[in-house]
């Protein structure tokens, strides 16, 4: 009870109204849009035109097109008093998730605003060191977050990418042109291959060239294997030669290097089991105290000093951590 007495009841009722008030923004403002009455009068408008690619096609296109069009808008909106939003939203778009920036905001004010309530009124820290342990908290869970779903998405695209590139070689041989064998990968294959392929596709469609396509595609992805075939089929434009026997060859060294990199992964799997062994084991210990003899560590809660110590005990342990994972982490 003396950790709820000491909480200000005023800075709590401040904090709860500014966060509804910003979360309620947030969600009024993703919500607003162009009605569909004119989207899709606008993509009947479309369809109507005949083209070489068919008219279900283009009107997707336009559509898949416009919804990145909002996507921009809405970044352009939340990015403004962001640091770095221009890397941040690249990120978004690398994981695969339908998240645009607004939506990150919201998530990051949700878990922010949930651990500072957690570290005032169940810890019972000080006001500034709840705001530190919010803010903390609020900006590393969804990095993390995010980093975990980019690794995921790259490692599938990574697993069906030498298959996507047989398609193109066995597409070239029987004598089909590139972009109708990359047309083929976005429909026959799953994604994520299939929906930067399809982005490729829709971007050849609306006029760009497919070497400005693939390279814009490759500056979103940033992924060394798609730069190898994006690079390979431009000298191989520039220069001439066989590009089935090209992208073979390339598809047979993109194998090998995932094999490699699988390889060295299982070999550091015990240098990362040790590093999770180690990390764990203060917090293990220090939960089984307070389940055999709560009381004697109660005073890292309820002294000023012990609180110090804690969350000094805190950081450290998460740097430890880090440390551990960045040396088993080995780039081939």
């Not at 990051?108 to 500034?128: D, S, W």
């Not at 064998?181 to 799953?190: D, F, G, N, Q, R």
Request: glycine share 10%; net charge positive.
């Amino acid at each position: 009870m003396s950790a709820l007495t000491a909480v200000d009841p005023l800075a709590v009722a401040i904090f709860c109204g500014v966060f509804a008030t910003i979360t309620a923004l947030l969600v009024a403002t993703a919500g607003n849009d162009k009605s569909a009455a004119k989207k899709k009068a606008r993509l009947d408008r479309v369809a109507a035109k005949q083209t070489a690619y068919g008219e279900a096609d283009l009107a997707a296109t336009i559509q898949r097109r416009d919804r990145l069009n909002r996507q921009q808008r809405m970044e352009g909106v939340f990015g403004r008093g962001l640091p770095k939003h221009a890397a941040l939203a690249g990120r978004l778009r690398r994981s695969g998730t339908r998240m645009g920036l607004g939506g990150y905001f919201l998530l990051t004010l949700v878990i922010g605003g949930a651990a500072f309530g957690v570290a005032t009124l169940v810890a019972g820290l000080p006001l500034l060191f709840a705001s530190i342990v919010g803010v903390g908290i609020g900006l590393l869970l969804p990095h993390l977050w995010l980093g975990m779903m980019i690794n995921r998405r790259n490692h599938k695209f990574l697993t069906q990418f030498p298959e996507a590139i047989d398609q193109i070689v066995r597409g070239v041989r029987s004598g089909l042109p590139v972009g109708e064998a990359m047309k083929s990968i976005a429909t026959e294959l799953a994604d994520p291959v299939a929906g930067e392929f399809q982005a490729v596709v829709d971007k050849i469609r609306l006029g760009q060239d497919m070497d400005e396509a693939l390279w814009s595609v490759a500056a979103r992805l940033q992924i060394p294997e798609f730069n190898f075939l994006v690079i390979s089929m431009g000298v191989q434009r520039e220069t001439g030669g066989n590009l089935a026997e090209t992208l073979e060859n390339l598809s047979d060294i993109i194998r090998r290097r995932h094999q490699m990199q699988q390889k060295v992964r299982a070999m550091a799997s015990e240098a990362r089991a040790s590093a999770w062994i180690v990390g764990a084991l203060p917090v293990l210990l220090f939960g089984a105290m307070m389940l055999l003899n709560p009381e004697y560590g109660s005073a890292l809660f309820t002294d000023p000093r012990g609180k110090m110590l804690l969350g000094a005990a805190i950081c450290t342990e998460a740097f430890g951590i880090f440390v551990m994972s960045r040396m088993a982490k080995f780039q081939i």
